[in-house]
């Protein structure tokens, strides 16, 4: 079993940033791709953010490209999501995810957090 701890989540104003970590335990992060959705009430769970196994390649959701960045430090087996320019829309619950693929389909993951609540205010 892989065990995920999301951290970093807390209350903001439109604009500012938050850094989102994941820690993870039970196997090292070389061992899967790593991502990050979100879920705001009454909606379904979201995409957010892809890193690969090796750490080379990136992806993001329409949404978040060009503010969010994901990186991972594997000795430290942390995940992170730095969340800049932060809008109203982008609060939600944000899961980390691990797997042998982390794609737009959340079926597709395999191990969850329990999730870190980001609210931006207006």
């Known amino acids: 079993q892989v065990q995920l701890e999301e951290t970093g989540g807390g209350l903001v104003q439109a604009g500012d940033s938050l850094r989102l970590s994941c820690v993870a335990s039970g196997r090292h992060l070389n061992a899967y791709s790593m991502g990050w959705f979100r879920q705001a009430p009454g909606k379904e769970r979201e995409w957010v953010s892809t890193?690969?196994?090796?750490?080379?390649?990136?992806y993001y959701a329409d949404s978040v490209k060009g503010r969010f960045t994901i990186s991972k430090d594997n000795a430290k087996n942390t995940v992170f999501l730095q969340m800049n320019s932060l809008k109203p829309e982008d609060t939600a619950v944000y899961y980390c995810a691990a797997g042998p693929v982390v794609t737009r389909e959340p079926r597709h993951t395999t191990y969850w957090g329990r999730g870190t609540q980001v609210t931006v205010s207006s």
């Open positions: 890193i690969s196994r090796s750490g080379g390649g990136t």
